[in-house]
């Protein structure tokens, strides 16, 4: 790691526009420039929309990555490419920035939500992973350097929404490109993307112990070999991407190797329990099927606490994973990357225990005319009860995907903007008259947007009787009012910082010959 001088550290957090740019993962200079002319030239109606979705709030002024919310709190993290920023989402259909800290990172894309009793207090914090680079006028400033391993894991405190400042940070011996809490609302235990640097061929990932939020640390998995050892995953192949973790003492990890389930009831010593095999490893040689072209990219097992092994696939049986898997190396937007699902058929650890049912590319969805230059893969996802996900799909726009029979997914709504590209989508959590999450999802989907922010969506989903409008007990006092759309803006001059966006490589920089 390099500290940087105060005037190197102010370029990178001023305009760095006038850098050149080779291609690069999520987009060239080109297409940038281009969405961001559209913007700025008034292009800010849907272009495309379908009559279960409508869009309720437009939040312009951040280059939007990967956001998170809190459990304890209505409070929603966004990262972006130049701050992380803070909303109160007390009133879900008009989030207010109520904090922001100005900090150049890329990629840091899944911030994730961390929460901790501490005394009488909750500890709020946001993780960033440190994948490229990461510098911040609160702190001492830094460049990572990926390929020699340089990586970080950073501790935004947010106790005070109103403050977001860097708490803490700590080296990583794996790769940080994505970090996850074990538990949200007790999280001790932090698990990164993972790599193979450490042995060449065996992928591995770092814990983290955040038992002191000040002073958190990694933890050895083998104290008696000098160093500190990183754990083994098989799901990494050549890059491990995300951990997913469920209610029933389960972790998911993806990667470049498949999707592999781990025993995380011990979270300092997982144990593999289930994996997709040959089918889900991009790099195993005979693997052709088309499930994992490049890398599994983040997972979600719906209902996993009823899961029984042997029993036919359903969301009832806890038996189905939901997969993304990225393609970023495919520039046609009817191939780039799918969503899929998967058959969980045995928790006992053997080979290929998680065998493939469905996958849905975008032209799959037949949802509109496939956007012409743009990439279109499918990214970043998040699971209503429902039954529907919401998928980000870069230019491909916002898709909600029912799954209720997860041998044949299917569309049940886009939004698709002229100058968009959408890296994620969450469903907004039902929170109660203290603030709590229950568990429970609104029908407001809140999509991140590289070009256009952060986006609020109505979706029409089954069950709440309501249609493609706000749940009217969403609205300040049960009333029911209309809202009306809050008045659009270009991206403010720290945007400027998605120009570094393009001098950089992200996935390549993981990816080992």
């Given at each position: ?8 550290a102010a370029?990178i ?6 850098l ?7 987009g060239?200079?080109?297409r ?9 030239a ?6 495309v929309?379908?009559d ?13 990555i990967s956001?998170?919310?809190m459990k ?15 909303h109160d ?11 922001t800290?100005?900090?150049a990172?890329?990629?840091?894309e ?16 946001a ?6 680079y ?6 001492i ?17 947010v106790t ?52 002191d ?9 083998d104290?008696?070999?000098a ?10 192949g050549?890059?491990g991407?995300?951990?997913n ?46 499930f ?17 092994p042997?029993a ?7 038996n ?5 898997e ?10 780039a990357?799918s ?12 080979d ?5 049912l ?14 012409v ?8 996802f ?50 109660n ?17 590289l ?13 709440d009787?309501?249609?493609?409008v ?8 049960g ?7 809050t008045e659009?803006?270009?991206i ?22």
């Amino acid at each position: 790691m390099r500290i940087l001088p105060a005037a190197t550290a102010a370029l990178i957090l001023g305009a760095s526009v006038a850098l050149t740019s080779p291609a690069l993962a999520h987009g060239d200079r080109d297409r940038m420039d281009q969405k961001r002319s559209e913007y700025d030239a008034g292009l800010n109606a849907p272009v495309v929309m379908s009559d279960s979705v409508s869009l309720v709030d437009s939040n312009p002024g951040s280059a939007g990555i990967s956001g998170c919310f809190m459990k304890t709190a209505p409070l929603f993290v966004m990262s972006g490419l130049d701050s992380v920023v803070v909303h109160d989402v007390s009133n879900p259909l008009d989030p207010q920035r109520v904090g922001t800290m100005p900090s150049a990172q890329f990629e840091n894309e899944a911030v994730n939500c961390g929460e901790r009793k501490v005394g009488k207090s909750t500890q709020r914090f946001a993780l960033i992973g440190v994948d490229l680079y990461q510098a911040s006028p609160d702190d001492i400033t830094h460049v990572n350097e990926p390929v020699t391993g340089d990586y970080e894991l950073i501790v935004v405190d947010v106790t005070d929404p109103t403050n977001p400042h860097v708490r803490s940070r700590v080296p990583s011996t794996t790769s940080t490109h994505t970090v996850s809490c074990v538990v949200a609302t007790d999280c001790r235990y932090v698990y990164s993307a993972g790599d193979a640097r450490q042995v060449r061929g065996q992928g591995s990932f770092s814990i983290f112990d955040l038992t002191d939020l000040d002073r958190p640390v990694e933890v050895d998995s083998d104290p008696a070999t000098a160093g500190i050892q990183p754990f083994r995953s098989d799901a990494v192949g050549w890059g491990g991407h995300k951990w997913n973790f469920d209610g029933a003492g389960r972790g998911v990890h993806t990667g470049a190797g498949g999707s592999y389930i781990y025993d995380v009831s011990n979270p300092i010593k997982p144990v593999e329990i289930a994996n997709t095999g040959a089918a889900g490893d991009s790099s195993r040689e005979g693997m052709t099927n088309g499930f994992n072209n490049f890398i599994h990219h983040n997972s979600f097992h719906p209902n996993a606490a009823a899961f029984r092994p042997d029993a036919a696939p359903s969301l009832q049986n806890g038996n189905i994973l939901l997969v993304t898997e990225e393609d970023y190396e495919d520039p046609d937007c009817s191939t780039a990357g799918s969503f899929q699902t998967w058959h969980i058929k045995r928790l006992d650890g053997s080979d290929g225990s998680i065998v493939p049912l469905a996958k849905v590319e975008l032209a799959d969805l037949g949802t509109y005319p496939l956007p012409v230059g743009a990439f279109c893969s499918a990214h970043w996802f998040d699971y209503h009860q429902s039954g529907i996900v919401s998928v980000g799909y870069y230019g491909g726009g916002t898709q909600f995907i029912d799954v209720n029979d997860p041998l044949a997914p299917s569309s049940h709504g886009f939004a698709w903007f002229g100058a968009s590209e959408v890296w994620d989508s969450y469903w907004v959590p039902v929170y109660n008259s203290r603030g709590v999450a229950t568990g429970k999802k609104t029908n407001l989907a809140y999509s991140v947007d590289l070009v256009r922010g952060l986006d609020v969506l109505a979706v029409d989903v089954e069950g709440d009787s309501v249609g493609a409008v706000p749940d009217p007990t969403l609205l300040p006092g049960g009333s029911g009012t209309d809202l009306g759309l809050t008045e659009t803006a270009p991206i403010g001059a720290l945007g400027a910082l998605g120009a570094l966006l393009v001098v950089m490589r992200r996935r390549r920089v993981l990816h080992q010959d």
